[in-house]
């Protein structure tokens, strides 16, 4: 058996392996050639201390041979003539039910709005340069969903880590690194996720399921209380008696049919609030406690950092924050702008962002109470289009300097930022009801006291960032994860309100799959 340490080193020890290994060799009263293997369990970064130390979990082989257990796919079955299931999106939530439902011996017939990741590149193309949002294809919709062009993190406040070792797993069977599995705070990056999407559609096609991209469902027929297929944007019928439900948090078309067939939901609270952007050495410098012109030197990554803060009996919390990232422009429609974040795999930009947003409560939702199940959905889409045209009308977005903002005061001017569609100066307290700016503005001064050099007017608040989790919840029955009224149809993911990221919606899309599976055998 390997001998297994818990250490804690400087973070230049960490990163070289020959210094490791003495490291470890002197520890363990042997020398570093009696070490014939040293395979890092988990690492973690502990900057609560000026000096910023490594935290590893280390197996030590020094008596025995060493011999790596490849991760490998499941068993995937040849489905081609199984029973069907209809999957509505390809996001994380959809593929993960594909794969399920194949590993188990159902056939997934995965139908997706949007394009396959390589022709989707060239809709995110037309967003940030010509200001032109396809309905069906853009950062939130196409194949794999709205994760694909994100930071690619992959971790949840889930407590069943059992579930989402077996996730991280399959992401490493479909070529991401390894590292995943022993990074605390794992990520992908975007430039590497596309070729792993393709690679799990490639999976799913080659064992009988079938992925139909620009195809957006309109309808979910429905006979007496049980689902018994959907219907295309272009007129086609397709028939399942089982549906899993994937569409995400942005499908509004989705939500509006489900009302107006008088398909229960309810409205869901959410957050909403900005993206922060600051200089990354910044953010390092208060997170290491480093020097902002010397930098965080060649062995930490570029740091991230996560806040919290009650104000005025609301949360306030930094969300899906990128480090060395970019600000994306998430719009799933025109006449509307949505702020997220992606980095690459290095996170090597010169620039931090996190979406900084308030809890919303349901009683906030009062003024839109005339849509019923939909007024948290209207609230958020009142918000996007105010700030489209508060800056022009196009996918620029309205900006301000974080001191300026505190203060009420008009940035003079907005220095040139990530978000490529660009910015317009606009005192953000125009965007949002009056609760969420005062929020907001005591927020930051908060952040500034607990992160010193947080509140600084070399930080950039692009607005909104509202698309944090879905608006509205489609019940299902705990047991069967079945619609409360419906048959047969799985609400699912993060759209349904039962996940939130990709790593959620990917346990979520596998559990309703095992559902779908065990009700088909009784
Ligand atoms: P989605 O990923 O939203 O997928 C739903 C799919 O359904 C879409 O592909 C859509 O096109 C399709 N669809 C919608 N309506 C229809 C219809 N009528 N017919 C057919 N298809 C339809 N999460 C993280 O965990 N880590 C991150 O780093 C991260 N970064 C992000 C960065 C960005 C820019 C964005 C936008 C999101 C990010 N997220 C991140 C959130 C994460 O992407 C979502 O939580 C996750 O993708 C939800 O998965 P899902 O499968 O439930 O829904």
Same mark, same amino acid.
């Given at each position: 058996?390997?001998?297994?340490?818990?250490?804690?080193?400087?973070?230049?020890?960490?990163?070289?392996? $020959?210094?490791?290994?003495?490291?470890?060799?002197?520890?363990?009263?042997?020398?570093?050639?009696?070490?014939?293997?040293?395979?890092i369990?988990?690492?973690?970064?502990?900057?609560?201390?000026?000096?910023?130390?490594?935290?590893?979990?280390?197996?030590?082989?020094?008596? %025995?041979?060493?011999?790596?257990?490849?991760?490998?796919?499941?068993?995937?079955?040849?489905?081609?003539?199984?029973?069907?299931?209809?999957?509505?999106?390809a996001?994380?939530?959809?593929?993960?039910?594909?794969l399920q439902?194949?590993?188990?011996?159902?056939? $997934?017939?995965?139908?997706?709005?949007?394009k396959?990741?390589?022709?989707?590149?060239?809709?995110?193309?037309?967003?940030?340069?010509?200001?032109?949002?396809?309905?069906?294809?853009?950062y939130?919709y196409?194949?794999?969903?709205?994760?694909?062009?994100?930071?690619?993190?992959?971790?949840?406040?889930?407590?069943?880590?059992?579930?989402v070792?077996?996730?991280?797993?399959?992401?490493?069977?479909?070529?991401?690194?390894?590292?995943?599995?022993?990074?605390?705070?794992?990520?992908?990056?975007?430039?590497?996720?596309p070729?792993?999407?393709?690679?799990?559609?490639?999976?799913?096609?080659?064992?009988?399921?079938?992925?139909?991209?620009?195809?957006?469902?309109?309808?979910?027929?429905v006979?007496n209380?049980?689902?018994?297929?959907?219907?295309?944007?272009h007129?086609d019928?397709i028939?399942?008696?089982?549906?899993?439900?994937?569409?995400?948090h942005?499908?509004?078309?989705?939500?509006?049919?489900?009302?107006?067939?008088?398909?229960?939901?309810?409205?869901?609270?959410?957050?909403l609030?900005?993206?922060?952007?600051?200089?990354?050495n910044?953010?390092?410098?208060? #997170?290491y406690?480093?020097?902002v012109?010397?930098?965080?030197?060649?062995y930490?990554? $570029?740091? $991230?950092?996560?806040?919290?803060?009650?104000?005025?009996?609301?949360g306030?919390?930094?969300?899906?924050?990128?480090?060395?990232?970019?600000?994306?422009?998430?719009?799933t429609?025109?006449?509307?702008?949505v702020t997220?974040?992606?980095?690459p795999?290095?996170?090597?930009? %010169?620039?931090?962002?996190?979406?900084?947003?308030?809890?919303?409560?349901?009683e906030?939702?009062?003024?839109?109470?005339?849509?019923?199940?939909?007024?948290?959905?209207?609230?958020q889409?009142?918000?996007?289009?105010?700030?489209?045209?508060?800056?022009?009308?196009? #996918?620029?977005?309205?900006? #301000?300097?974080?001191?300026?903002?505190?203060?009420?005061?008009?940035? =003079?001017?907005?220095p040139?930022?990530?978000?490529?569609?660009? =910015? =317009?100066?606009?005192?953000?307290?125009q965007v949002f009801?009056?609760?969420?700016?005062?929020?907001?503005? %005591?927020?930051?001064?908060?952040?500034?006291?607990?992160?010193?050099?947080?509140?600084t007017?070399?930080?950039?608040?692009?607005?909104?960032?509202s698309?944090?989790?879905?608006?509205?919840?489609?019940?299902?029955?705990?047991?069967?994860?079945?619609?409360? #009224?419906?048959?047969?149809?799985?609400?699912?993911?993060?759209?349904?309100?039962?996940?939130?990221?990709?790593?959620?919606?990917?346990?979520?899309?596998?559990?309703?799959?095992?559902?779908?599976?065990?009700?088909?055998?009784?």
């Open positions: 058996m390997p001998r297994e340490l818990q250490i804690q080193v400087a973070p230049e020890v960490a990163a070289q392996k $020959p210094l490791l290994i003495s490291h470890v060799a002197k520890l363990m009263h042997i020398k570093p050639d009696e070490v014939r293997h040293l395979a369990l988990k690492r973690s970064i502990d900057a609560r201390q000026r000096t910023v130390k490594v935290n590893l979990k280390v197996a030590v082989y020094y008596n %025995e041979e060493f011999t790596e257990a490849p991760i490998t796919l499941p068993n995937y079955k040849n489905v081609n003539n199984s029973q069907e299931v209809i999957i509505i999106g996001g994380p939530a959809g593929l993960f039910a594909a439902l194949i590993e188990l011996g159902m056939k $997934p017939i995965v139908l997706e709005r949007g396959d990741v390589q022709a989707r590149r060239r809709d995110l193309k037309a967003i940030n340069r010509d200001h032109i949002v396809n309905a069906d294809s853009n939130c196409g194949e794999g969903g709205a994760g694909t062009y994100s930071d690619g993190k992959l971790y949840t406040r889930s407590k069943k880590r059992g579930d070792d077996r996730i991280l797993r399959l992401f490493v069977a479909f070529g991401a690194s390894p590292d995943i599995l022993v990074e605390a705070h794992p990520h992908i990056g975007t430039n590497k996720l070729n792993i999407i393709k690679a799990m559609r490639e999976k799913i096609i080659e064992y009988g399921g079938e992925v139909i991209f620009n195809t957006r469902v309109t309808d979910i027929i006979k209380n049980t689902v018994a297929g959907v219907v295309t944007q007129n019928t028939n399942a008696n089982k549906i899993i439900l994937a569409t995400g942005s499908a509004r078309d989705i939500f509006e049919l489900l009302d107006r067939k008088k398909i229960y939901i309810e409205a869901k609270p959410f957050a609030g900005v993206r922060a952007e600051h200089p990354q910044l953010i390092d410098s208060i #997170q406690s480093c020097d012109t010397t930098g965080r030197g060649n930490l990554p $570029p740091s $991230p950092y996560s806040i919290v803060k009650q104000v005025a009996g609301r306030m919390y930094s969300f899906c924050m990128c480090p060395g990232g970019v600000i994306a422009p998430c719009a429609s025109e006449g509307e702008v997220n974040g992606w980095s795999s290095k996170r090597d930009q %010169e620039t931090a962002n996190s979406g900084i947003v308030v809890e919303l409560k349901l906030d939702f009062k003024p839109f109470e005339k849509f019923g199940a939909l007024a948290g959905m209207e609230f889409k009142a918000i996007e289009q105010k700030a489209w045209h508060l800056a022009g009308k196009t #996918q620029r977005v309205p900006a #301000q300097r974080m001191v300026d903002f505190t203060q009420g005061k008009t940035s =003079t001017d907005i040139k930022t990530s978000y490529v569609p660009g =910015t =317009t100066s606009v005192e953000l307290g009801p009056n609760f969420i700016t005062q929020t907001l503005r %005591e927020g930051f001064i908060q952040f500034g006291k607990s992160m010193r050099g947080y509140l007017n070399d930080a950039i608040l692009h607005a909104p960032e698309r944090t989790s879905s608006p509205v919840r489609i019940p299902r029955d705990r047991e069967t994860l079945e619609h409360v #009224q419906i048959k047969g149809l799985y609400p699912c993911g993060e759209g349904a309100g039962y996940a939130g990221g990709i790593i959620s919606a990917a346990i979520d899309g596998e559990k309703c799959a095992l559902k779908c599976v065990a009700t088909n055998l009784q």
